[in-house]
């Protein structure tokens, strides 16, 4: 493939914002060479990951049985977990648990007597701490089955929905009997996708528009989310995503200074949001998953426009040198804001930059992915919207109302 050059104009630096520009229609030069290798490395790999999960689902299906059996006992509703197993000391306590206090209730009911009601807590309290001791046990248990398997979680990255070359496939599976290596056998659709070539893995291209936002909510693991617009791209086993959201920090956790940069930049933007534990900033969060370099490529960047126009604004670059899942945030400038509302799309580049990073310095494309501009206007502009207009701020202080005391 011929690589466009451009003139650098000084924009190696981390910065904030989207990206947009045209795809390259030939597969980067190492493209070949990095496919072939992880469809050769991904067969003993998730080899491993499905004898680990195997090995972990009995664990796994306990845990999510003693969390029902929790869930059961907080809302005394002993039909959503029924029938329980007799043959199991733990749901045979559950059984006499609900029998006990459907009795104790009925004696409340006849006597007001409070000690009734200190024996119905208690006995509540004693069980659901068993319960969270035999949790606690399973996830030991978990975590040290996981240990034996070394660090297979990190080197099953790259192949987790990846897509494989079903010759090499086929070839490194020789005697082995995986899920991957039956899905590469068998040319039916499976959970896995294949090509026949390792150049056709460039031909996969796939843009999903970007999301409708939705409130400030509180995630079922208790962290906050929602309040997030997401677009994202494919090209090969290169993904991209970008998502617009409120970056949300505890004064307490940053200096002075920091706070003050918060409050000034919504100041500049004009948006309405007051909390005393908490500063906001409309935010950028980028994912960038890439195995390594393709085609001599030394830096991502996210843009908008073409690189080659000088007002490209260039928002965000790393070095090709980090690989693996990439991730940042930042919050979002101004102008970058603005240009997005107005549906200027975003591109993902990656760039060849020679020993020169001087203002002028030429650097050659080697691929570009563009994100599609579907659903952006509106997405952004309602997310914006309700970031600016204070409704973000009493959501927060409703989900996470202010301490006197902190913390």
């Not at 990846?162 to 086929?170: E, G, L």
């Not at 991957?180 to 056709?200: H, K, M, N």
Request: glycine share 8%; hydrophobic share 40%; aromatic share 4%.
């Amino acid at each position: 493939m011929t690589p466009r050059s451009f003139a650098l104009l000084a924009f190696l630096t981390p910065a904030v914002a989207p990206l947009s520009v045209g795809a390259q229609d030939e597969a980067p030069a190492g493209l070949t060479a990095v496919e072939v290798e992880r469809s050769r490395a991904c067969v003993p790999i998730l080899s491993r990951l499905e004898t680990l999960n195997r090995d972990l689902e009995p664990l796994s299906n306990r845990a999510i049985r003693i969390q029902q059996l929790d869930q059961a006992i907080a809302l005394e509703d002993s039909a959503s977990v029924a029938p329980l197993d007799t043959s199991d000391p733990l749901e045979t306590a559950v059984g006499q648990w609900f029998t006990q206090d459907a009795n104790l209730g009925r004696r409340w009911a006849e006597t007001q007597d409070s000690t009734v009601l200190t024996r119905r807590r208690e006995a509540r309290t004693e069980l659901r701490q068993r319960l969270r001791d035999e949790l606690q046990v399973l996830t030991e248990q978990g975590q040290a089955r996981v240990a034996t398997a070394g660090d297979i979680q990190n080197e099953a990255q790259s192949c987790q929905g990846a897509i494989f070359v079903r010759p090499v496939v086929v070839e490194a599976c020789a005697g082995s009997r995986s899920e991957l290596c039956q899905a590469a056998a068998d040319t039916a659709a499976g959970p896995f996708r294949f090509v026949a070539a390792a150049e056709d893995v460039w031909n996969v291209e796939e843009l999903r528009p970007w999301t409708q936002p939705g409130p400030l909510q509180i995630l079922p693991e208790g962290s906050l989310g929602g309040a997030r617009s997401t677009v994202r791209a494919r090209r090969g086993n290169v993904q991209v995503s970008v998502a617009l959201s409120p970056m949300i920090r505890e004064r307490a956790d940053i200096s002075a200074e920091q706070a003050a940069e918060f409050d000034a930049n919504l100041d500049s933007l004009g948006f309405t949001f007051e909390h005393p534990r908490f500063v906001m900033a409309p935010a950028l969060e980028v994912q960038l998953v890439v195995e390594r370099p393709l085609g001599g490529e030394t830096h991502y960047m996210l843009h908008f426009g073409d690189l080659s126009d000088p007002p490209n604004q260039v928002v965000w670059s790393v070095p090709a040198s980090q690989t693996g899942p990439i991730q940042a945030a930042f919050p979002a400038a101004p102008g970058a804001l603005a240009r997005l509302t107005q549906g200027q799309t975003l591109n993902l580049t990656a760039v060849a930059l020679g020993e020169d990073t001087g203002e002028g310095a030429e650097a050659d494309v080697v691929y570009s992915i563009p994100m599609t501009g579907v659903n952006q206007t509106p997405s952004l502009e309602a997310l914006l919207g309700y970031m600016a207009g204070g409704q973000l701020g009493q959501d927060l202080a409703r989900l996470v109302p202010p301490t006197s005391g902190g913390g």
